[in-house]
């Protein structure tokens, strides 16, 4: 058995196994077999990102925030960019998650966890497996660990070296946390916890770790979550993070049944556990009173889960010049709205999901931005708040009254 030089965990065979048999949503067609089988044993034999011990801590403040003491900012990049993973760019993210974070105490009055869409954010759903670009037919741009933005077909063709290229990134990105004092060791109130969608089961699943304790973990990241287009409750993603020790999340949004929640619920939280779940609310602001009859149904089903507002991929709209843009105050409004739902519905509002970056872009509508072709419009995917729009939305955070002194 391949194993990691870190000594107290090894491969985990059986997860891996259990999981790649299972229908798995948004995978690339990779062209070369061979090469992929070459990486996963290479990832096989990598050391973890993040230990069992870091996993078990974060999970043991979000059990915190289940029971009301603590709140949660997570945000970072729609998807990372690989060229970006040195001290000097994740400094700037550390530095918005601290204002953000600043914000958010101030209206809740509780201490903040803070959450980076960091070290690992580098693939992406897409609605089309294909696109046209001038008449062209080609693949979709599935995220920096897949292809490449350009549109012509070589910059398209999956290739698995990607894979060990943002192994790499994620791994330059965490040693840059810890030598910011933001990282391993660091105290939980000015901790920076990794996070991303673990989309790609290439890359997930050779990072599934076995602790001496017995327990196994998701070694890619503190705090793993599953997208609106991969919570499917018996396909490969969701099992893979029921299988996981990590604290887990799952985003839903308006096409999302009552059925379905509480069976990602059993799936994800079956001992109903305080910390383990978080649901994401991504409904957009025109369709966030569909959120109610979920809270309802997972209070009612006994699960502590953390609702998280995502106010950002249920808002999304068009430019005149055809750009990717969500406006300001849509954003707003959603969270506004989730708070209050959550609140009457009996659930627990625990904070913010967040697309933004502190970098000079214009690639949302507001704040007296507006999005046009040039250098301030460069996600990778879709479009985030700069810093002062980050600001004026996280301001729209607040807790209900009875539930501040509760």
């Not at 400094?91 to 101030?106: F, G, Y």
Request: hydrophobic content about 40%.
């Amino acid at each position: 058995m391949p194993t990691s030089s870190c000594p107290d965990t090894a491969y985990d065979t059986l997860i891996p196994s259990v999981v790649a048999a299972l229908p798995a949503a948004q995978q690339p067609e990779w062209p070369d077999p061979g090469r992929l089988a070459l990486v996963h044993t290479e990832l096989a034999r990598a050391d973890p990102l993040v230990t069992y011990d870091s996993v078990r801590a974060l999970r043991r403040l979000l059990s915190r925030a289940a029971e009301g003491e603590l709140c949660v900012l997570q945000a970072g990049d729609c998807a990372e960019d690989p060229a970006e993973c040195g001290p000097a760019p994740l400094a700037r993210k550390a530095e918005m998650l601290d204002v953000l974070s600043d914000i958010v105490r101030t209206g809740a009055g509780r201490p903040v966890v803070r959450v980076g869409r960091v070290a690992g954010q580098y693939a992406k759903p897409r609605s089309h497996p294909e696109e046209l670009h001038d008449g062209v037919r080609l693949p979709v741009y599935r995220g920096p660990m897949v292809n490449a933005p350009h549109p012509d077909a070589d910059a398209r063709r999956p290739d698995p070296a990607r894979i060990l290229s943002c192994y790499r990134a994620a791994r330059r990105a965490v040693e840059s946390l810890d030598r910011l004092g933001r990282g391993e060791g660091s105290p939980a109130e000015t901790r920076v916890w990794t996070s991303h969608e673990a989309l790609l089961l290439d890359y997930e699943l050779p990072l599934v770790r076995r602790h001496r304790s017995g327990r196994s973990y998701l070694a890619s990241t503190h705090w793993p979550w599953v997208g609106e287009r991969t919570r499917q409750p018996d396909g490969a993603h969701v099992r893979l993070l029921a299988e996981v020790d990590n604290p887990v999340a799952c985003k839903v949004g308006p096409t999302t049944t009552v059925e379905q929640v509480l069976a990602l619920c059993a799936a994800l939280d079956p001992e109903r556990s305080p910390g383990r779940l978080s649901l994401v609310a991504r409904f957009g602001a025109s369709r966030i009173d569909g959120l109610a009859p979920l809270v309802r149904a997972v209070r009612r089903a006994g699960h502590p889960v953390l609702w998280l507002c995502d106010p950002m991929h249920g808002n999304g709209e068009r430019t005149a010049h055809g750009l990717k843009t969500r406006r300001l105050s849509a954003v707003m409004a959603e969270i506004s709205r989730f708070v209050d739902i959550v609140s009457a519905e009996g659930g627990r509002s625990a904070g913010l999901h967040l697309e933004a970056s502190p970098d000079d872009i214009a690639e949302c509508t507001g704040a007296g931005f507006t999005p046009a072709p040039g250098p301030a419009y460069r996600t990778l995917c879709d479009p985030r708040l700069n810093l002062v729009q980050a600001v004026a939305a996280t301001a729209y955070w607040r807790l209900p009254a009875l539930e501040a002194v509760a």
